[in-house]
């Protein structure tokens, strides 16, 4: 049997907790390096006997001495964004949870995953139930792609009823345990807007083709339309090891330990519009990503910089959406060419959302 080599990236976050249980389950799995922001990595690295483990700095001094066959991207932000294209240009399999490198460097990805010829698999869930109902098919027969969302903990609610919000019941999510930035982008819906551009440069389809509906429960992870008329849909309960294991498997689809759908206790699919005035944050992604250059990276520093003021409780949750569409209207979105050039683009977005005193 081969070994694969997984670098972790991220290791000490939601994620990168979860693909250690899946690896350490996995004969055909081990770990060459572990990365993290700032937490000692010590005993993790003791552990698996990895000899490459890195706190902070860069992912791709990493990525060059650990010599992996497959990178788990599971760092949050921005600051993923170089480990993605190391990755790709090299031709090296990416698991992607980083969602936000697509997100803000969506078209040198593309480039550099073209270059590279690797496999790129998506492990946020929706994305990675996208690429299972999509494998094998030719891009002519599909219609359009449906991402579901949760709605978040404020689904239904108006926006007064939002402005006083705590910290605490946004990082309450109904039914997706997660790191705390994402479960913020949950509540405001940014995760779906994030998720979107995400899936606009995963599967090359236009933004009129691609879909957001609310469905409550999480079930359904994914649809896929396709030109007569029919949905394939992805279910199963929301646990983030399946798309983990898909992609570390793949494609052999390796067994997991996660709980199995009871079809017959009851289970029912309810879907609903997102109500985009109350959730703007999500109607403002599809815009930046339709304006296409450097907007998305844009929409993607403000909010990452608003995300933390709100969790700081230096502002409201509604500052979340009007901080970013401030921003947006500031930038020229000027395509980068490079990462150097994307790297000023995010500083520059940085820059002008911290102008208020709040966020600075
Ligand atoms: P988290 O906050 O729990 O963990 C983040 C990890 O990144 C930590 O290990 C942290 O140390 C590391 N990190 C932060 N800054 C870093 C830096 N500059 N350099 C290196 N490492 C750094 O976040 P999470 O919930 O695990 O999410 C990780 C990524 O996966 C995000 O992009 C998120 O959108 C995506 N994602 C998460 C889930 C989930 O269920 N948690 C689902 C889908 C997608
Ligand atoms: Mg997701």
Known sequence: MNVKRVALLGATGSIGRQAIEIVERSPDLELCGLLSGSRPL??????????????????????????????????????????????????????????????????????AHARGGGLLLPVDSE???????????????????????????????????????????????????????????????ANKGLELIEAHWLFGLPYERIETVVHPTSIVHALVRFRDGSLLAHLGHPDMRVPISFALSYPRRAATPVPRLDLAAGLELRFEAPDLDVFPMLRLAREAGERGGTFPCAYNAANEVAVAAFLDGRIGFLDIAATVERVL???DGAPARDLADLAEVDDEARRIASGSRALA
Request: a negative charge; one cysteine or more; aromatic letters at 4%.
């Open 127 to 189: 994305h990675s139930a996208l690429f299972q109902c999509l494998e094998g098919r030719s891009a002519d027969v599909v219609e359009s792609l449906v991402l579901t969302a949760s709605g978040g903990p404020f689904r239904g609610r108006t926006r007064a009823e939002l402005e006083r919000v705590t910290v605490a019941q946004a990082l309450a999510h109904p039914t997706w345990s997660m790191g705390r930035k994402i479960t913020v982008d949950s509540a405001t819906l």
């Open 329 to 331: 209207a500031a930038v």
């Open 42 to 111: 010590d005993a993790l690295a003791a552990a698996h006997g990895v000899a490459h483990a890195q706190v902070g700095g860069d992912a791709t001094a990493l990525l060059e001495a650990c010599e992996p066959d497959v990178v788990l991207n599971a760092i949050v932000g921005f600051a993923g964004v170089g480990a993605t294209l190391w990755t790709l240009e090299r031709g090296v399999t990416l698991a992607l949870a980083n969602k936000e490198s697509l997100v803000a460097a969506g078209e040198l990805a593309v480039a």
